[in-house]
């Protein structure tokens, strides 16, 4: 008896992770592109995976990771929340770029602390600002090296905004395997390199974030808590490189799902492709809290 159920119990979940993964792939078709996800939940066989050691580019997603490896070096007594850091006439990404902080200081020449900096790179998503910090810390591989010693391979960072601006192809030098964002979501939410007071600085910035209100967020129930990073590309030739989301979703019992969707060289619209990256979140949400139903 105890072997029949076993194997019952053992042969539903086999299938609703079939399901699932069945059912992402369906959302994906609608992408008209590229599509790569993955999911993580602690005490869970969750299973999301669509194409997980893709290499798609992730373009803003690079700002999380940064800001981590900025407060690992904070935490080093290398660096200090509060230092000033010059803002530079040459730092400035010419003609025009998404940043709040070049919009308000378009001739530069002030001195921002690095803790501002940091908000708006992670929260805003800010071009410039993530520049910034990136000068300051010594550039991308600096970040590349930390994620990937706490992650486990799967990072690549090669090029900060500037170089992303001058040159659309080299975003793709850029890339995060969901697999390996996923894992490094789960590092900084069950066991952070970081202290209780960065890691909730961190992880405040990201749930306080505008940027992506349709994509993870989209379609989940009203007032969940969602943590999260967003990546876009400009569009070109009929394709948009790079419309990305990952994050961690709070699910009812206070556990925190990790899901990482990149959606790749797509020709569909924007509110498709963010509605395929809400749906994919939604239905992964839904099969992580299906057996407490």
């Not at 961690?248 to 060289?265: C, E, H, K, N, Q």
Request: glycine content about 6%; charged content about 20%; proline content about 7%.
């Amino acid at each position: 008896m105890r072997l029949i159920l076993v194997l019952t119990l053992f042969t539903s979940t086999a299938f609703a992770q079939t399901s699932l993964q069945q059912k992402i792939a369906a959302i994906a078709g609608d992408a008209r592109g590229k599509v790569s996800v993955a999911c993580l939940l602690p005490g869970s066989a969750l299973k999301c995976d669509l194409n997980p050691h893709a290499h798609p580019p992730m373009q803003s997603v690079f700002k999380f990771p940064l800001a981590l490896t900025t407060l690992h070096l904070i935490e080093l007594g290398t660096l200090s929340l509060d230092q000033p850091i010059r803002f530079l006439p040459s730092d400035r990404i010419l003609p025009h770029t998404y940043s709040p902080l070049q919009d308000k200081y378009p001739e530069a020449n002030v001195d921002i602390p690095l803790r501002e900096l940091l908000r708006l790179a992670v929260s805003l998503s800010d071009n410039t600002a993530a520049d910034l910090v990136l000068r300051l810390i010594g550039g991308p591989a600096v970040v590349d090296a930390y994620v990937n010693s706490i992650a486990g391979r799967g990072f690549h960072l090669r090029d900060n905004e500037h170089g992303l601006h001058r040159d659309i192809r080299v975003q793709y030098r850029n890339w995060f395997e969901p697999a390996s964002a996923v894992r490094f979501l789960r590092r900084i939410s069950d066991d952070s390199p970081l202290t209780p007071e960065h890691t909730g600085l961190l992880l405040g910035w990201m749930k306080d974030s505008p940027t992506g209100p349709h994509r993870i967020k989209g379609e989940l129930p009203s007032g969940t808590v969602v943590m999260h990073k967003t990546g876009t590309s400009g569009s070109a030739e009929g394709l948009t490189n790079a419309t990305n989301d990952i994050g961690l979703i709070t699910l009812p019992d206070g556990r925190r799902l990790a899901i990482a969707v990149f959606v790749s060289d797509s020709s569909a619209d924007e509110a498709t492709r963010d509605a395929v990256i809400a749906r994919i979140a939604k239905a992964a949400y839904d099969a992580a809290v299906e057996p407490s139903r």
